[in-house]
């Protein structure tokens, strides 16, 4: 009995060493089978383009005037002419101050110098008849010469109720008070039954928007090229949505700073923009881009095919379907194309998508090229 348990005993183990053997061959072919296989991959030819050079900044919205509108003279606001956040033209009639005492005062003016021109028109008469008689001896020199500076006086005095009736003009003008400048009026800060201080009450607040302004900084370090430059081309700069990064407006950089901000190391430029359409608001934050120039002829890939590691980047560059590893070197990145300075040649194929399934010297089937990057 214990014989015949050992023999079947013995069987099983050679069924079961058959087996493990079985799977084993078939385990390696299919190994074999999967190393064989070429990975299939993305790519794309390095090309020479034009890229523009750019610097990327952060900026605020401001704008080119901002008035705040206070009355020349003082009195009750009859009548407020805008509605709060409109649109308004220089000349345009903002606030009505109650006129009355300035139209009194006015009339009395008038009268005034209705009563010095009467005065004057008198003494020059006077003058005109003491002087035959001086002539005849009948009157003095000096008698004449008292009239004579009496009609001077007249004149004198006609000139000045002249001066104050303007100046009552002027007065009673001012009771209608007038935008300065075309822009956005904010709220009216006083309203109807208010009484008003001249030169010190402040009615409300115009901001000039279109054109308008966009402040940002630049490093020191790259402000001396920015300023050669613009002193003899005119610099794009373009302002963007912080969350979508869609371009609002289009303008030129037109002042470049002369100092250096001892905190930040930065100098404060700004740009001028149309704004028409009124996307930009003042205290608004836009990401700003100053377009340098336009680099041609350099070699670029889309950024997808780098791989970056502690040392740079690296690409694969496709060889006779097999993928070898090369360093490359990047000067810069413009949106989604990257500008390399050396570590391949224009026309060589590089990996673009499905770099993570490829080791170097392995072989890899292209299924199809990556579409041009924006921007390139």
């Known amino acids: 009995m214990k014989l015949a348990a050992s023999g079947l005993n013995a069987i099983k183990l050679s069924l079961l ?203 020191e370090g790259q402000v001396a090229p920015v300023r050669e430059l613009a002193s003899h081309s005119r610099l794009k700069v373009m302002a963007s949505e912080p969350d979508s990064g869609a371009v609002i407006a289009e303008g030129e950089l037109f002042f470049v700073g002369h100092e250096v901000d001892r905190v930040t190391g930065t100098v404060l430029c700004r740009a001028q923009m149309e704004n028409q359409d009124e996307k930009l608001w003042p205290g608004a934050f836009v990401d700003v881009v100053l377009r340098l120039r336009e680099e041609e002829g350099v070699l670029t890939l889309p950024v997808t095919a780098l791989m970056e590691t502690q040392g740079g980047y690296r690409v694969y560059v496709v060889e006779k379907g097999v993928a070898n590893l090369r360093d490359v070197q990047v000067s810069r990145i413009h949106e989604e194309t990257a500008v390399i300075v050396s570590g391949v040649q224009e026309g060589e194929t590089v990996i673009s998508f499905g770099q993570l399934r490829v080791a170097p010297g392995a072989s890899v089937k292209i299924q199809e090229s990556s579409p041009t990057p924006k921007g390139s």
Do not use: M
Request: overall charge neutral.
């Open 17 to 219: 060493v058959a087996f493990f053997s079985v799977i084993a061959a078939c385990s390696s072919k299919n190994d074999g089978a999967k190393q064989a296989a070429p990975v299939p991959v993305r790519a794309v030819v390095v090309e020479r383009k034009t890229v523009p050079l750019e610097i990327v900044s952060v900026g605020s919205v401001a704008p080119v005037a901002s008035v705040k509108i206070r009355p020349r003279v003082g009195g009750e606001i009859v009548k407020v002419h805008f509605r709060d956040g409109a649109s308004v033209a220089a000349g345009d009639l903002l606030f009505s101050l109650d006129p009355r005492p300035y139209q009194i005062a006015l009339k009395k003016a008038e009268a005034l110098l209705v009563e010095a021109r009467a005065s004057g028109s008198l003494a020059v008469a006077q003058v005109g008849r003491y002087s035959a008689l001086a002539r005849d001896g009948v009157v003095s020199k000096e008698q004449l010469l008292a009239y004579s500076t009496g009609a001077d006086t007249g004149e004198a005095l006609v000139d000045a109720r002249l001066s104050e009736k303007e100046e009552a003009l002027l007065r009673l003008a001012w009771c209608e008070v007038r935008a300065p400048i075309s822009g956005r009026i904010g709220v009216a800060l006083l309203t109807e039954g208010n009484l008003v201080q001249a030169d010190s009450s402040e009615l409300a607040v115009i901001h000039q928007i279109a054109p308008i302004l966009v402040e940002f900084s630049l490093p």
